[in-house]
T-cell receptor, first 114, second 113 residues
Framework: SQQGEEDPQALSIQEGENATMNCSYK?????LQWYRQNSGRGLVHLIL?????REKHSGRLRVTLDTSKKSSSLLITASRAADTASYFC??????????????FGQGTRLTINP | DAGVIQSPRHEVTEMGQEVTLRCKPI?????LFWYRQTMMRGLELLIY????????DSGMPEDRFSAKMPNASFSTLKIQPSEPRDSAVYFC???????????FGPGTRLLVL
């Protein structure tokens, strides 16, 4: 079953505006990661936030984590056309025999209009 | 480093044929993952390896799928016989530590007619 669920499924904004995407998950985690996927390409890691962190920044990206609500948000400030992509959250989950793996959500499709 | 390398980038085959996808992970990464991505099911983990040993293959859809990692720099995902419902983009990813940052290859777009 899906561990991470993104919201909204699709988001369309004007260039220069801020974009916020949310992720909810079900079980306890050690960390949560956000990835970007441009059309026809592989996923690219953006940022990792550990379970004992509440907020993390990287350039125009800001990630928050609320473990009590089992949710995270990704904020992209001053959006650019190049930010058009799908964004996925991924949580570590214990798989077979306790081995850790990442479980990805369905993603948010972000479109930046010029 | 060149990143994760996958081949072929595109594959078109007919139902019943054998398909072999190849992956070279980033040197020094101990973990290798195979994913399948479709519009309907999203990104699914098929199998992953640690130090060339398969750890979790619970995501492999059925016996038609098999994966091997004969050495630290090479892995294959084989589908035999292929079916139209196997059409998808298959990604390989590698990481230093399980549960941490994964580095994805460009993917193989498979179309089974």
């Amino acid at each position: 079953s899906q561990q991470g669920e993104e919201d909204p499924q699709a988001l369309s904004i004007q260039e220069g505006e801020n974009a916020t995407m949310n992720c909810s998950y079900k079980t306890s985690i050690n960390n949560l990661q956000w990835y970007r996927q441009n059309s026809g390409r592989g996923l690219v890691h953006l940022i990792l936030i550990r379970s004992n962190e509440r907020e993390k920044h990287s350039g125009r990206l800001r990630v928050t984590l609320d473990t009590s609500k089992k949710s995270s948000s990704l904020l992209i400030t001053a959006s650019r056309a190049a930010d058009t992509a799908s964004y996925f959250c991924a949580t570590d989950a214990h798989g077979f025999q306790g081995a850790q793996k990442l479980v990805f959500g369905q993603g948010t499709r972000l479109t930046i209009n010029p | 480093d060149a990143g994760v390398i996958q081949s072929p980038r595109h594959e078109v085959t007919e139902m019943g044929q054998e398909v072999t996808l190849r992956c070279k992970p980033i040197s020094g990464h101990d973990y290798l993952f195979w994913y399948r991505q479709t519009m309907m099911r999203g990104l699914e983990l098929l199998i992953y390896f640690n130090n060339n040993v398969p750890i979790d293959d619970s995501g492999m859809p059925e016996d038609r799928f098999s994966a091997k990692m004969p050495n630290a720099s090479f892995s294959t995902l084989k589908i035999q016989p292929s079916e139209p419902r196997d059409s998808a983009v298959y990604f390989c990813a590698s990481s230093l530590v399980a549960g941490q940052t994964q580095y994805f290859g460009p993917g193989t777009r498979l179309l089974v007619l």
